[in-house]
């Protein structure tokens, strides 16, 4: 088979896996730090054991994402060396950043795990995890800058094939970068706060209504819809980026094919054999206002580009069905706070639960459509305007054992992280725990 389509396949199986884990290991650490602050502020010992619990199902996401990150950096070398010995150079420093940033995670992490209950002072435990957090956050925003590089190159000069002047500063922080960087971080905390909401909603529809779960859920949900908000908030600034410097992939992401003003945004529908759209729901100029605030903005069409550097346009498909899921996840957890206004008696009704036990799957899924649309919009470059995938990819014929390789490995790596976390969270180990620990709180008869 054809080299590039595996490399493609391959590189895209990788990320699909490693971007779950990823994004759980960038959120997971604030959504500690948060209960246990709340724990050492109010002397609630339910927070602390939810920081506890935390902390050891994170460590299994950061095992697993290691494995996969690691296998992104060997794929990088083996399957696309031409794309890395142009742009190597400029890459290098987040790439090193990157790696340094793990460490100091990994560092404090190790000792934060350790030193529970070491100190007089619980707010000295507190702060161990300051480092983690932060390092954790970091590593996503100096990878990302990779990404926006590749979507916004900067920063050299480009002579015959060999990158030259290169300044490293100029290259990382680049017009991407802002709102990819920022993009990443707020929908990893979403995606965070909302597994770890599905959870305790889950263990409030199976009956139990101890306090522990209770609190989990409540903060939990309240942090799902702040940073479910700021992630739509960004995108909408991610839409004026793209219509600025990428105004392809915008134009193929709303099937907007003639350059105007007062341009409608075009929701679902199907495009026929002749191009032409039917079932679609048009919302008139909400595009130009999407593009620049003001529905006389003018939105460039994708006629205007040659054939052969206009994005695919299936990502139609998948830009709508990201709307469609950050909206929900935005909605579910609003309804949740709110609950004690909707109709009936109960505080915790059973369809509301169900919801919230879905916030963490279409997290899931939002995350996944946004970085495919984002790589397949990028399409048919791998550094946009310099250099094409089919340029960038490996000749060699052994890719395709590679792919039978990574993907056993990739569904080991996924069963067991499953099975473990699922084990860790078990209620009833939770229970123990609590009872070891002298936690008799209110709810504690009703297990």
Not at 33 to 57: I, N, Q
Not at 129 to 140: E, H, N, Q, R, W
Not at 292 to 317: A, M
């Amino acid at each position: 088979m054809d080299p590039v389509f595996l490399s493609r396949t391959l590189t895209g199986i990788t990320l699909f896996v490693h971007i779950v884990f990823a994004s759980i290991g960038v959120g997971i650490p604030l959504l500690i730090a948060l209960a246990e602050w709340r724990g050492v502020h109010t002397g609630d010992a339910h927070y602390t054991l939810l920081a506890r619990r935390w902390a050891r199902g994170y460590v299994i996401s950061v095992a697993v994402g290691v494995v996969t990150g690691t296998a992104i950096g060997l794929q990088l070398s083996l399957l696309w060396p031409t794309f890395m010995q142009v742009a190597g150079q400029a890459i290098a420093l987040p790439l090193f950043m990157e790696t340094f940033a793990f460490f100091v995670e990994a560092i404090f992490l190790g000792i934060y795990l350790y030193t529970w209950e070491r100190f007089k002072r619980k707010y000295t435990h507190l702060l161990l995890l300051i480092p983690v957090a932060i390092a954790s956050s970091a590593s996503a925003v100096f990878i990302t800058t990779v990404n926006a590089f590749m979507n916004q190159p900067q920063g050299f000069a480009l002579v015959n094939g060999i990158m030259t002047d290169i300044r490293p500063l100029e290259a990382m922080f680049n017009p991407a970068t802002p709102t990819k960087v920022s993009h990443v971080v707020a929908s990893s905390y979403t995606l965070s706060a909302g597994t770890l909401a599905g959870i305790a909603a889950f263990s409030l529809l199976r009956g139990r209504n101890h306090d522990y779960f209770k609190k989990a859920l409540k903060l939990t949900a309240v942090s799902t819809f702040v940073f479910a908000l700021s992630t739509v908030l960004i995108g909408d600034a991610s839409g004026k980026f793209l219509a600025k410097y990428q105004p392809e992939k915008l134009a193929a992401a709303e099937w907007h094919f003639e350059t105007r003003s007062g341009a409608p945004f075009v929701y679902g529908g199907l495009m026929d054999h002749n191009g032409q759209i039917k079932y679609a729901i048009e919302i008139p100029y909400a595009l130009s206002i999407l593009a620049g605030n003001l529905p006389s903005t003018v939105v460039k069409g994708l006629n205007d580009y040659p054939e052969d550097q206009r994005p695919p346009l299936v990502i139609h498909y998948l830009f709508d069905l990201k709307i469609t899921t950050g909206v929900l996840i935005l909605l579910i957890p609003l309804l949740f706070l709110f609950r004690k206004k909707l109709p009936g008696r109960s505080s915790y009704p059973k369809w509301l639960l169900l919801l919230m036990m879905l916030v963490g799957p279409m997290a899931m899924v939002a995350i996944e459509l946004g970085w495919m649309f984002a790589e397949v919009g990028r399409q048919p470059w791998i550094l946009r305007g310099y250099m094409k995938v089919s340029e960038a990819a490996t000749t060699s014929q052994n890719v395709g054992a590679m792919l039978v390789l990574f993907v056993i490995l990739y569904l080991v790596l996924c069963f067991s992280a499953v099975k473990v976390l699922s084990k860790l969270f078990r209620n009833k180990d939770a229970i123990e725990e609590m009872r070891q620990l002298g936690m008799e709180g209110a709810g504690q008869n009703e297990l």
